[in-house]
């Protein structure tokens, strides 16, 4: 199941910034609860009807929303059932060592 985060996604399309999303973050659900409060105090509703967002109040939002933002560590598991591979490491036998 695919999450969608409208204030993410809005500020996402303004930022132009695919490496640094906030829409795709491990925490995108706590950002987006908090970026919808954020918005409430710094944006107009005029925002959300014509998506312009003037720069200092995008600012305003967008610093505070990227000191908590969690990067992904790796591409997301779809389902909890989908096997994880991990890299190890494989030591060398004594025989190997001494070859």
């Known amino acids: 199941m695919e999450r969608h985060y409208p204030t993410l996604d809005l500020i996402d399309r303004a930022l132009m910034d695919r490496e640094r ?3 795709t973050a491990a925490n995108a659900a706590v950002l987006e609860r908090r970026a919808r409060a ?3 105090a710094y944006w107009s509703e005029r925002v959300w009807l014509t998506g312009n967002i003037s720069g200092p109040s995008l600012d305003k939002v967008v610093v505070e929303l ?3 933002r969690i990067a992904r560590m790796g ?3 779809s389902s909890p059932t989908e096997p ?3 890299p190890i ?3 060398a036998s004594r025989e190997g060592r001494a070859a």
């Open 84 to 86: 994880v591979i991990l």
């Open 75 to 77: 591409p997301p598991i």
């Open 89 to 91: 490491r494989v030591e």
């Open 38 to 40: 954020l918005a409430d």
């Open 66 to 68: 990227l000191a908590l």
């Open 21 to 23: 999303a906030l829409a």
